[in-house]
């Protein structure tokens, strides 16, 4: 399994991570040696074999629908990067 | 002082020998003094530490003390800390001051622990060797060329060290046990769902779990069970009892089971790292144990498996930052897009990008049957094989890392070598079993790790039989030098 570069490209946009042009071929060597190793798998009988998407199998727990947090979000939002009157702000999205 | 386990110290407290605040100071002079060395701590938080020293000392005046009340811990810079820094090694969380505890945080310190600092890691715990963290790479305090392994290298690093008697790790694919074993500090990987993870930051949610690292398997036994327990946040809790784990430390080997798998002795295994593991097998069969080979015939596949499944995790729980709420924001972003590409592309470092890469891909349209759920289905694989074996032994034990700690910058623009380091651990995390590191020897001056792996829930059973190793063998008592 080899990815050529503009297939890096896409995987990246698709994990909305910026890559320098130059970091291209070092991921795109990187991510094929990796995905080598993972193909290991494909020559595994695994037909009838049900997937394990978690060590502890059971449901997922219920609690009552009742308040039980403080609303916290000064504290928050002190940590945001840029906020306004309680609104996490980021660029313009609609013209 | 700094020579004394956790169980020693907690009887000196107890008999009035010495006090949490003169044992802090001394720990914290020792971190002043040596770490420059070992870059063991990302943060010292001296002044609240001796605050809260002086607090157990009044506490155990007033008659109030607990086994750990007053003894000296510090947090792997994954657990959130209130007030603060909680970096998870990354540039990503640089700012990040944690406006909460983490469960694992909050039992400690009303167990009265006394935080000394947080300690590096692999940036998001996505490493072997420490290499990865924005704070720098930590030495290991055997050999300062060697790294410490990883991801919790600076919770092994400052152990050895005797820079903290007593520290927590995580362990998504080895980063308790590689660590402890490349440092010759003991450390516990408890089962799935033993230990909250709540406000530990995720990596792989349904690999992640928290554990304490320590000198002995003693210590470990009594840091465990107060990070033990349920925690009704952290939806992957198990509500079951917490034995005591120190209970059962006397109990005699004799005719115990061990399991020992023929693929964890195979190719790839240094010759000198065998000799030390067949030499601690031949240990316990002194203490009256039964030797049994076993076979775990997919143990080849946890390293393809895990590297899908534990980088598509990845890709979803980082997916969170994104320059809006909390964490790095790129200037100047030119519309949302950008800022997120920015803020990620100059947030996160190389490895964390290679992992969220290969997990985005996985769980890509088209991909997702062939890599996720096909891993899934090894997964599964991996785990039968743990239960079959289970039938037949009460513990496995092996290597816990092939080889002993390499020199740093050996193995780092090699993801796949790197990995491949990790290749007796990962199917364990798989599997949701617990696993522990046991000094067992040394190659040369760098330390060997025995690796004990229990069924579900049988902690108390592990951390027996490697406290009976303990009370025959020194391995775990031996110091490297330099470091007084």
Redesign the interface.
Known sequence: MSLAPDE?RN?????????GDEDVPA?AD??S???E??????Q?D?KG????????EGG??L?PDEVIEED?RE??Q?????TEVGL?L????IE | MFEHTVAELSRLLADGEVTSEALTREYLDRIERLDSRFNSFVTVTGEPALEAARAADAERRAGRAGPLTGIPMAHKDIFCTRGVRTACGSKMLDS??S?YDAGVVERLQSAGMVMLGKLNMDEFAMGSSNETSFYGPVANPWDEKAIPGGSSGGSAAALAARLTPAATGTDTGGSIRQPAAMCGVTGIKPT??RVSRWGMVAFAS?LDQGGPMARTAEDCAILLGAMAGFD?RD??S??REVPDYTVGLGQSLEGLRIGLPREYFAEGLDDAVARVIDEAVAEYKRLGAEIKEISLP?T??A???Y??VAPAEA?SNL?RF?????GH?CED??????????S???G?GDEV??R???G???L?AGYFD??Y?????????I?DDFARAFEEVDVIMGPTAPNVAFDRGEKKDD??AM?LSDIYTLSVN????PGMSVPAGFKGDRPVGLQIIGNYFDEGRLLNVAHQFQQATDWHTRAPENIA
Not at chain 2, 322 to 326: N, S
Not at chain 2, 333 to 342: A, F, S, T, V
Request: net charge positive.
């Open positions: 890096v995987i990246a946009h698709l994990a909305r991570l910026a890559i991921h990187n991510l040696r990796i995905l190793l993972v193909d290991q798998m494909q595994v695994t074999v049900e997937p394990m998407a978690h060590p502890l997922q727990r609690r916290q504290a928050f002190k940590l945001a990067p840029q996490y980021v660029p313009k999205v | 990040f001051v406006p799935y769902g349904s009704e939806s992957t198990v509500q997919n080849h596949l390293v393809p498996a590297y899908v890709s997916s994104d320059g809006v709420r909390y924001r972003p030119q519309d949302l897009e950008d800022l997120y590409k920015r990620r592309g100059e996160f990008k290679r969220i890469m290969i985005t891909y996985a890509s062939a890599y759920l096909k891993a899934q289905q090894i997964r599964r694989l785990a993801p796949v990995y798989l599997a949701g079993l």
